[in-house]
């Protein structure tokens, strides 16, 4: 199974994942299955559907104020601003000089 994945990965995997991955977390997991197997699942969703995802809309609204989306949109407008500035070589190495990270830019 981790011949595909990288040391570090299997390293955690190996290490870490026996505290995650317990008799409770395969209890919920279980209980999860039992729901979607019976129906109970499903009849949950439509009927969040027709009252018009409340409870849905309300967990999008917590997941994105959670400090991870707020890092992860950061890097993207990073990320927007570095592309940008990959067509233009003069403001690349700009942008990273005054960042104290040199560069040398080859023509």
């Known amino acids: ?22 008799e409770q977390s395969k209890e919920a997991m279980k209980e999860a299955l039992r729901r979607i197997q019976s129906g109970e699942f499903a009849k949950e969703f439509v009927l969040e559907s ?11 609204r917590q997941e994105k104020e959670h400090q991870v989306e707020k890092g ?11 592309e940008e500035r990959l067509n233009d070589p003069i403001s690349l190495t700009l942008h990273f000089f005054s960042n104290n990270i040199f560069i040398f830019i080859l023509f």
């Open 72 to 82: 992860r949109e950061r890097a993207s407008r990073y990320d927007a601003v570095v």
């Open 50 to 60: 027709k009252a018009n995802r409340p409870v849905l809309n309300a967990l999008e």
């Open 1 to 22: 199974m981790w011949y595909y994945v990288s040391n570090t990965a299997e390293y955690g995997g190996l290490t870490v994942g026996p505290k995650i991955i317990n």
